[in-house]
C-alpha cells in the first residue's frame, strides 16, 4: 500500500455520496465497477465519460471502484491502479500515451472502514473528441458506444467544442471555500490590483468570480483554468495546467547542443511573472564596461521592456488547448527566442500594426488588469522602438512547427547583418514609421542603423531588397531619388 499511502487524499468519502446522489446511479458521465481492471476498458471509458461531460457541459466524469453498479453497496475493491501493468508499461503510463492528450484524469484512493475505494477523475473533452486508439467513445445508457456510430451527437460534440473556451473549463472543484486560499496566491491578486487584502471570503468570492478566476458549479465553487494559470501556488495542483509552466533554457553558445541550466516555472503566470522576469534578466548575455567615474557596470543587448512584452505576449496567446508544450525561453550567446504553442491568429508580418487578437481573451483581460500587457495593445511597437533606438538588428517574428518565435538579437554592424536581417529591420522600420504617419527614407533608415551619409548607397541597396522582397512600396513612384519615401505594403 505504500504507493497509495504517499499520495495525497484529496477525496473523501463523502464525496463519493455527493457524486452518487447527485447523478442517481450510472449515467453518462458516471460509471461504477467492483474489481474489473482491464485497460483497454479503461481507456475506453475515459475517451466515452470526457467526451460526454463535454456534451454536457460537466467539468468532470466519473469512474468508481468498489461500489456494486446494481445495488449502489459500498463493497471496496481490490484495484490498484498503480500496481496494474499493460503489458512491459504501468497502467497509468500506458493510459497517458494511448489517450489523446486533450484528457486530463487522476486516480484518488479512500479507506473507508477498512474498504478501498478508488475514484478516477476525468476532465471534459477539449478542441477535440477524446479518443484511444484512433476511436472516439461515447455512453449510450450504461453501454460504451464508437462515436461514429452515432453522427448527430458527434455533430453535437463538435459544436461544442468549438465553441468551448480553455479558460473558462473547471480546473478543480471545492467543496471547501478555504482551499481556494489554499490553492491561490490572494495576496498576489490584491498586489497586482492594488486593493487591500480581503480577509472576508464572501467579499473574495465576489472578486473572483467577477474576473472569472472561480465560477459557481453543481459542487459548489470551482476554480477556473484561467484562475489556476494565473494564481495557482504550485500548478501541479491542477491536472489541467500542470505541464503548462513557462520552460526556461539557458544554452551555452549558440545552438542546443549544451544546455547550462533547464528550468520549468510552478508558479501560476501572475503570481510568478516578476520573478520570472528577474531570473531571465539575469540570465542574458551581459557585457561589463567601465563608465567615466572608472566604476564597473554590466549591461546587456536584451532590455527588460523588450523581454518583458514578448514573455506577456507569449502567455496570453498561446494555443492552450495544445497539450504537451510549454512556453519557452531560450537564451542563447547572442539571441533570445520566446515561444508559444499555437498558431497565430493573425500574421506575422502585421504583428506591429494590427489591433492584437487574444484566443484568450479572459487571460489577456486580467493582464491588463495587473499591468503586465498594454490595454492599446502596443506591446510590439514598444518592442520594435526599443530595438531600433538601440541600433540592434530588428526582431525576428516567425510562425513555425505549430508555435511562435519571437526573436531577440544582440549588437551586429550593419555591415556584418545578412541580406535577410536587412530586409526585415527595413519593413519593421517603415512599419513603425506609418503607425506614427511618417514615411521610411534613406535618412530615417541611416539613423536607425547608425551610419553616416557617406553610406547613403549601402542603405538604397538595403531599400531596393525590401522592395523586391515586396514588403515596402514606394509612396510616390514618381519623386525623384532624393525625395523617394516608402511604406510598408499593407498601408
Given at each position: 500500500?505504500?504507493?497509495?499511502?504517499?499520495?495525497?487524499?484529496?477525496?473523501?468519502?463523502?464525496?463519493?455520496?455527493?457524486?452518487?446522489?447527485?447523478?442517481?446511479?450510472?449515467?453518462?458521465?458516471?460509471?461504477?465497477?467492483?474489481?474489473?481492471?482491464?485497460?483497454?476498458r479503461?481507456?475506453?471509458?475515459?475517451?466515452?465519460?470526457?467526451?460526454?461531460?463535454?456534451?454536457?457541459d460537466?467539468?468532470?466524469?466519473?469512474?468508481?471502484?468498489g461500489?456494486n453498479?446494481?445495488?449502489?453497496?459500498f463493497?471496496?475493491?481490490?484495484?490498484v491502479?498503480e500496481?496494474?501493468?499493460?503489458?512491459?508499461?504501468?497502467?497509468?503510463?500506458?493510459l497517458e500515451?494511448?489517450?489523446?492528450?486533450?484528457?486530463?484524469?487522476?486516480?484518488?484512493?479512500?479507506?473507508?472502514?477498512?474498504?478501498?475505494?478508488v475514484?478516477?477523475l476525468?476532465?471534459?473533452?477539449?478542441?477535440?473528441?477524446?479518443?484511444?486508439?484512433?476511436?472516439?467513445?461515447?455512453?449510450?445508457?450504461?453501454?460504451?458506444?464508437?462515436?461514429?456510430d452515432?453522427?448527430?451527437?458527434?455533430?453535437?460534440l463538435?459544436?461544442?467544442?468549438?465553441?468551448?473556451?480553455?479558460?473558462?473549463?473547471?480546473?478543480?472543484?471545492?467543496?471547501?471555500?478555504?482551499?481556494?486560499?489554499?490553492?491561490?496566491?490572494?495576496?498576489?491578486?490584491t498586489?497586482?490590483?492594488?486593493?487591500?487584502?480581503?480577509?472576508?471570503?464572501?467579499?473574495?468570492?465576489?472578486?473572483?468570480?467577477?474576473?472569472?478566476?472561480i465560477?459557481?458549479?453543481?459542487?459548489?465553487?470551482?476554480?477556473?483554468?484561467?484562475?489556476?494559470?494565473?494564481l495557482?501556488?504550485?500548478?501541479?495542483?491542477f491536472?489541467?495546467?500542470?505541464?503548462?509552466?513557462?520552460?526556461?533554457?539557458?544554452?551555452?553558445?549558440?545552438?542546443?547542443?549544451?544546455?547550462?541550466t533547464?528550468?520549468?516555472?510552478?508558479?501560476?503566470?501572475?503570481?510568478?511573472?516578476?520573478?520570472?522576469?528577474?531570473?531571465?534578466?539575469?540570465?542574458?548575455?551581459?557585457?561589463?564596461?567601465?563608465?567615466?567615474?572608472?566604476?564597473?557596470?554590466?549591461?546587456?543587448?536584451?532590455?527588460?521592456?523588450?523581454?518583458?512584452?514578448?514573455?506577456?505576449?507569449?502567455?496570453?496567446?498561446q494555443?492552450?488547448?495544445?497539450?504537451?508544450?510549454?512556453?519557452?525561453?531560450?537564451?542563447?550567446?547572442?539571441?533570445?527566442?520566446?515561444?508559444?504553442p499555437?498558431?497565430?491568429?493573425?500574421?506575422?508580418?502585421?504583428?506591429?500594426?494590427?489591433?492584437?487578437?487574444?484566443?484568450?481573451?479572459?487571460?489577456?483581460?486580467?493582464?491588463?488588469?495587473?499591468?503586465?500587457?498594454?490595454?492599446?495593445?502596443?506591446?510590439?511597437?514598444?518592442?520594435?522602438?526599443?530595438?531600433?533606438?538601440?541600433?540592434?538588428?530588428?526582431?525576428?517574428?516567425?510562425?513555425?512547427?505549430?508555435?511562435?518565435?519571437?526573436?531577440?538579437?544582440?549588437?551586429?554592424?550593419?555591415?556584418?547583418?545578412?541580406?535577410?536581417?536587412?530586409?526585415?529591420?527595413?519593413?519593421?522600420?517603415?512599419?513603425?514609421?506609418?503607425?506614427?504617419?511618417?514615411?521610411?527614407?534613406?535618412?530615417?533608415?541611416?539613423?536607425?542603423?547608425?551610419?553616416?551619409?557617406?553610406?547613403?548607397?549601402?542603405?538604397?541597396?538595403?531599400?531596393?531588397?525590401?522592395?523586391?522582397?515586396k514588403?515596402?512600396?514606394?509612396?510616390?513612384?514618381?519623386?525623384?531619388?532624393?525625395?523617394?519615401?516608402?511604406?510598408?505594403?499593407?498601408?
Amino acid at each position: 500500500m505504500d504507493l497509495i499511502e504517499k499520495r495525497e487524499k484529496l477525496m473523501q468519502i463523502s464525496d463519493i455520496k455527493k457524486v452518487l446522489n447527485r447523478e442517481y446511479g450510472e449515467n453518462e458521465i458516471l460509471e461504477l465497477k467492483e474489481n474489473n481492471g482491464d485497460p483497454d476498458r479503461i481507456a475506453k471509458y475515459i475517451s466515452a465519460l470526457s467526451n460526454e461531460a463535454a456534451l454536457l457541459d460537466i467539468s468532470e466524469a466519473y469512474l468508481i471502484w468498489g461500489i456494486n453498479d446494481k445495488t449502489f453497496k459500498f463493497v471496496g475493491t481490490d484495484f490498484v491502479p498503480e500496481k496494474k501493468r499493460r503489458g512491459n508499461e504501468n497502467l497509468i503510463g500506458w493510459l497517458e500515451r494511448s489517450l489523446t492528450k486533450n484528457v486530463h484524469f487522476k486516480f484518488e484512493h479512500i479507506n473507508d472502514n477498512d474498504k478501498e475505494f478508488v475514484v478516477l477523475l476525468i476532465s471534459k473533452a477539449t478542441a477535440h473528441p477524446v479518443r484511444f486508439k484512433g476511436s472516439a467513445y461515447i455512453r449510450s445508457g450504461s453501454s460504451l458506444k464508437d462515436l461514429n456510430d452515432f453522427p448527430d451527437k458527434e455533430s453535437i460534440l463538435w459544436q461544442k467544442l468549438n465553441t468551448q473556451k480553455f479558460e473558462m473549463n473547471i480546473a478543480k472543484e471545492i467543496n471547501d471555500p478555504n482551499e481556494i486560499r489554499r490553492l491561490l496566491d490572494v495576496d498576489t491578486y490584491t498586489s497586482l490590483l492594488n486593493i487591500s487584502p480581503i480577509e472576508n471570503d464572501e467579499l473574495l468570492f465576489e472578486h473572483f468570480l467577477s474576473n472569472k478566476i472561480i465560477c459557481k458549479s453543481h459542487m459548489g465553487y470551482a476554480i477556473t483554468n484561467l484562475g489556476a494559470l494565473s494564481l495557482a501556488k504550485n500548478i501541479s495542483s491542477f491536472p489541467t495546467i500542470a505541464k503548462k509552466g513557462v520552460r526556461v533554457i539557458v544554452y551555452d553558445g549558440d545552438n542546443k547542443l549544451v544546455a547550462k541550466t533547464d528550468y520549468t516555472g510552478i508558479k501560476g503566470y501572475a503570481v510568478g511573472f516578476k520573478g520570472l522576469l528577474r531570473y531571465v534578466l539575469g540570465q542574458v548575455p551581459h557585457q561589463e564596461i567601465i563608465e567615466d567615474d572608472g566604476q564597473r557596470k554590466n549591461i546587456s543587448d536584451f532590455g527588460a521592456l523588450e523581454i518583458r512584452e514578448l514573455i506577456a505576449n507569449a502567455l496570453v496567446h498561446q494555443d492552450l488547448n495544445i497539450n504537451g508544450t510549454h512556453p519557452t525561453i531560450e537564451i542563447y550567446n547572442t539571441r533570445v527566442e520566446i515561444s508559444n504553442p499555437g498558431i497565430p491568429v493573425i500574421d506575422v508580418n502585421r504583428f506591429l500594426d494590427l489591433p492584437p487578437k487574444s484566443r484568450n481573451e479572459n487571460l489577456a483581460d486580467l493582464f491588463k488588469q495587473f499591468g503586465f500587457v498594454e490595454e492599446r495593445g502596443s506591446g510590439i511597437d514598444k518592442v520594435v522602438y526599443s530595438v531600433e533606438s538601440k541600433e540592434l538588428p530588428a526582431p525576428e517574428f516567425l510562425s513555425k512547427n505549430n508555435s511562435v518565435i519571437a526573436t531577440l538579437f544582440s549588437k551586429k554592424e550593419f555591415k556584418d547583418l545578412s541580406e535577410s536581417e536587412k530586409i526585415r529591420a527595413v519593413y519593421l522600420h517603415a512599419s513603425l514609421r506609418f503607425t506614427s504617419r511618417k514615411y521610411l527614407t534613406n535618412s530615417s533608415l541611416r539613423e536607425r542603423f547608425g551610419v553616416s551619409a557617406k553610406k547613403s548607397s549601402q542603405i538604397s541597396k538595403a531599400i531596393s531588397s525590401a522592395v523586391n522582397a515586396k514588403l515596402i512600396v514606394p509612396y510616390d513612384p514618381d519623386a525623384g531619388t532624393k525625395f523617394m519615401k516608402y511604406k510598408p505594403f499593407w498601408a
